[in-house]
């Protein structure tokens, strides 16, 4: 059964076939070699996959990031962090990754993150003579905290498939996505050690402050959808819907920058990138009914548990397995495809499984940046004009520092765990 569902899976995506179809495709092989063929249980499945109350967060919160994109909110972020830190000597790459966390604080996906803030940047970057390549790579990595930072589309599909807590991946994923920032800045900083990048001057205190109060707008929405799903306000999917109001209702009124002969193509974008998501869900949850029944998620951990039943060294197996699929899946058919699989091995090893939807999804981050298919690199390429060949080299060591981060925060638990504990401690009290 393993075998066929592989050969089926990999073989039409080789062949060129959409994701969401090659999942349908193996479903229907794997029936077949099971002698159970019936079209109703494949639409019965993929309809109760999209089904799902919490996957309705997915399009609004991708409809809340396209609304900042096109109406100014997202340059008044960028304003804010170059006046706070563009000063120092290669500021502009502070800048990236300072922005890029702040948008993820509403986009939840890395696509759209690296998008906003890599079409305003790059072009300022590459006008003051940074090199274009590293910039547009740079832009890429930090582009990765989109599904990090909460919310998280990722975590989002993740809890609905695993029966986890949402609000304790979203409060989990936090210190995760603060240490990958700060390593994309560390690395920035010895690049530039060896540069002559420009150095702005210091912009005034007046000045400072203005821009702050220009982007509080902005920066007070990561705030507002986090707390009110902490303390209980409102769930991710009503979050979700207040984030889109907010985001329309601060371009449209406060900055009167959104017009609203946008509005068509802006729910299109948002339509179109839901779709897609909601599409592949749908047929992922066919898949794994017949995983489930083919007794693969088993037949997976007997192979791993072969080599080792120390938690410790099966989740170094896993990180490793993680990263070569990163590098020929994207990120969501990989976590709907792998994540039932890996969550039942996890927890019969007593690994914490929101502990470990941290970790999965920080993983298939990578995997975005990585050729042949990533996704964020393949909109580096877009915005910068470099072929994938000369961005990938240039993304190398940034994937290499991100690499690092998750094997600090795979085997340093506290850096994922500590947040939700205290969340679940303020609770019970």
């Not at 990120?331 to 994540?339: F, H, K, M, W």
Request: charged residues 10%.
């Amino acid at each position: 059964m393993l075998t066929i569902f592989l050969v089926t899976l990999f073989g039409a995506l080789l062949l060129g076939a959409p994701v969401a179809f090659a999942l349908i495709l193996s479903t229907i092989a794997l029936m077949v070699f099971n002698n159970s063929f019936d079209t109703q249980i494949v639409v019965q499945h993929m309809m109760a996959g999209a089904e799902n109350y919490t996957l309705m967060a997915i399009p609004f919160f991708m409809l809340a990031g396209e609304i900042m994109n096109h109406g100014g909110i997202s340059t008044r972020i960028i304003k804010f962090a170059s006046d706070l830190v563009g000063h120092v000597k290669g500021g502009l790459g502070y800048v990236t990754v300072i922005a890029c966390m702040i948008f993820a604080g509403v986009s939840g996906t890395a696509v759209a993150d690296t998008a906003a803030v890599g079409s305003i940047l790059h072009p300022v970057m590459k006008r003051e003579g940074y090199d274009s390549k590293r910039s547009a790579a740079l832009i890429c990595a930090a582009g990765c905290t989109g599904p990090i930072i909460p919310p998280s589309v990722p975590m989002i599909l993740y809890g609905v498939i695993g029966g986890v807590s949402i609000v304790g991946l979203f409060l989990g994923g936090i210190v995760p996505g603060l240490i990958m920032g700060i390593a994309l800045m560390i690395y920035w900083y010895l690049h530039t050690r060896k540069t002559n990048y420009p150095i702005k001057p210091r912009v005034s205190f007046a000045t400072l402050l203005r821009s702050t109060i220009d982007a509080a707008w902005a920066l007070v929405l990561p705030f507002i959808i986090l707390g009110g799903i902490v303390f209980g306000v409102f769930t991710p999917t009503e979050a979700a819907v207040i984030a889109v109001f907010y985001a329309f209702f601060v371009s449209f009124v406060i900055y009167r920058e959104l017009e609203l002969s946008k509005l068509p193509k802006i729910l299109l974008d948002a339509a179109i990138n839901s779709a897609v998501v909601m599409f592949v869900a749908a047929a992922a949850t066919s898949t794994g009914f017949m995983i489930t029944v083919g007794r693969i998620p088993q037949s997976i951990a007997e192979t791993i548990l072969s080599i080792s039943s120390d938690p410790a060294i099966v989740m170094l197996i896993i990180n490793f397995f993680l990263l070569l699929v990163g590098t020929v899946m994207d990120l969501t058919p990989a976590l709907l495809i792998l994540a039932p699989i890996l969550i039942s091995l996890t927890k019969n090893l007593g690994i914490d499984p929101l502990y470990f939807g941290v970790v999965m999804v920080f993983n298939l981050c990578i995997g975005l940046l990585t050729p042949p298919v990533g996704t964020v690199l393949f909109v580096g390429c877009g915005l910068s004009g470099h072929s994938i060949t000369e961005l990938s080299r240039r993304v190398l060591p940034l994937v290499l520092v991100l690499i690092a981060v998750l094997f600090l925060i795979t085997y340093v638990p506290e850096t994922i765990m500590t947040i939700p504990k205290w969340y679940q401690g303020l609770r019970t009290t």
